[in-house]
């Protein structure tokens, strides 16, 4: 043990050695959850299953376990025991259900219909990914031995957040078919060790105790999963207020469900290590019981009316609800000679591609551009159950675009922030989860709203809770290089 537990860890300690029961542990930001974790493993000496969420943080818990505890990722007990199931050795296509899609577009003999699906081609393969998350099987798939939690008429009326046509259902349906039948012919992506392995009979090994850490981000899917893996005694960690990721599959309220599912105890994590005095104060409207250590910092919470690249620390952060105020305040930055560095290049990613989808012309000049854009954005809206994602990409092409002649250069400045490695680090609210940074600039936080999504305050305490020992609140209208 490397240090004397607190009083909220020594009952959780006592609460996992001396019981049998279900544990569910409400940690909140910075509470040390990972090092409650390791004590409870230490003091319950038996065959016990530890998962997490990715690869990086099961090898770096297995470092810290002791050795009666297996560490892996959900995806790689899901990947083995599917393995065991068919019976063959599998392999793993990362974009296997991309390239389906890619096929059935190509066999489409309809002209028009063919470049309307390639026109929406990142649209559809999300769609197809959030079936996956959700369980969805399509109605016309065989019944046998695998089960559904979401069908048609549930999928498409209401878990898209656009509305598909008739031509986009078909090419969906028929995707999510055709990427059953070939991860049960062993042709996997990593979605199918979680979907195939727990909708299909797959049988996991059998551990006495199983521990699950960010319990808040589980998709219903996944408590399935859970249902086949922990049959005997599961303890559960997380935190309900920052639950941000039901956008991706999560549910919505999973630290209740799983509480009232399983007849768990609750304990509190509420001691934060992270925070300066200040924060905690500040963050007790969304965490009424959040508490500071006595020799936590006092810290600072202040607005600025004014700011510039100038007015930033070399170790600071910002942190938007909404990619484009990033974009936005990357460009300005480079502009005062900062170098600022954009975390999450997937977003980028995705910016470009749609960019070069508005023409192949890449000469093609500001105002021209300018107008496809808003061609495109009348379009999108048109179709999007989600009009706020989709005014923010719109806006994140138009600032690249108002800072270039042409098209392509538009697109060179993208790729440019992308690759660009720096001091001050920009990121969306959902990136930054998990991190933390001595100095935190909220930026734009009118952007969060409550009527709009309802994780939003979860959203507004995960990003204030980013802080060490600053957290200062910044709009784009206050900067003034």
């Keep these: 043990m490397t240090h004397t537990p607190t009083p909220e860890q020594a009952a959780i300690i006592e609460a996992a050695a001396t019981t049998t029961d279900n544990l569910i542990v409400n940690a909140l930001a910075g509470a040390a959850k990972t090092s409650t974790i390791i004590m409870m493993s230490e003091a319950v000496r038996i065959p016990s299953l530890a998962l997490a969420f990715n690869k990086r943080i099961a090898l770096e818990l297995q470092e810290r376990m002791p050795a009666h505890v297996t560490c892996k990722t959900l995806n790689a007990l899901g990947h083995a025991a599917l393995g065991q199931m068919l019976g063959k050795r599998l392999k793993v296509k990362a974009d ?161 469900c799983l509480a009232s599912s399983r007849n768990m105890r609750e304990l509190f994590l509420s001691v934060s290590f992270r925070l300066p005095t200040s924060v905690a104060d500040h963050v007790r409207w969304r965490a009424p019981h959040i508490a500071s250590p006595e020799w936590a910092k006092p810290g600072t919470v202040t ?126 609210g959902h990136r930054s989860k998990g991190l933390e940074f001595p100095h935190v600039y909220f930026l734009d936080e009118h952007l969060i709203n409550p009527e709009r999504d309802p994780q939003a305050n979860n959203l507004r305490y995960v990003i204030a809770t980013r802080a060490q020992e600053t957290l200062t609140y910044i709009t784009s209208e206050g900067y003034n290089a």
């Excluded at 179709?383 to 270039?404: H, I, Q, T, W, Y």
């Design 303 to 428: 607005t600025l009316s004014e700011w510039s690249g100038d007015t930033l620390p070399e170790s600071a952060a910002i942190i938007c609800r909404n990619n484009a105020p990033l974009f936005s305040c990357a460009l300005r930055l480079l502009a005062e000679g900062k170098r600022p560095e954009l975390i999450g290049n997937d977003l980028v990613t995705g910016l470009v591609k749609e960019m070069k989808r508005l023409s192949k012309d890449m000469t093609l000049e500001q105002d021209d551009t300018l107008a496809l854009i808003d061609a495109w954005l009348a379009k999108a809206k048109r179709k999007s159950r989600n009009p706020g994602a989709v005014d923010d990409k719109a806006e994140c092409m138009r600032l690249f675009v108002r800072a270039s002649d042409t098209l392509g250069i538009a697109i060179a400045r993208v790729e440019q922030i992308a690759n660009m490695k720096g001091s001050i680090k920009l990121m969306t």
């Design 96 to 256: 296997k259900r991309r390239w389906l899609l890619r096929e059935y577009i190509n066999n489409v003999a309809d002209e028009k219909e063919k470049a309307d699906l390639f026109s929406t081609f990142q649209d559809l393969t999300r769609a197809i990914s959030h079936g996956v998350a959700c369980g969805y099987v399509p109605d016309s798939y065989p019944r046998g031995p695998g089960k559904r939690l979401c069908d048609d008429d549930e999928f498409f009326s209401t878990r898209l957040d656009f509305e598909p046509t008739r031509a986009e259902i078909d090419a969906i349906r028929t995707v999510s078919y055709e990427g059953i039948a070939e991860a049960l012919r062993g042709n996997i992506d990593f979605d199918d060790q979680i979907f195939i392995s727990t909708l299909w009979p797959a049988s996991f090994p059998a551990f006495p105790l199983v521990y699950v850490d960010e319990t808040q981000d589980l998709s219903l899917l996944q408590h399935k999963m859970l249902e086949k893996v922990a049959r005997k005694r599961l303890i559960a960690v997380g935190d309900p207020c920052q639950a941000i990721y039901g956008f991706r599959g999560a549910h919505e309220d999973s630290m209740a």
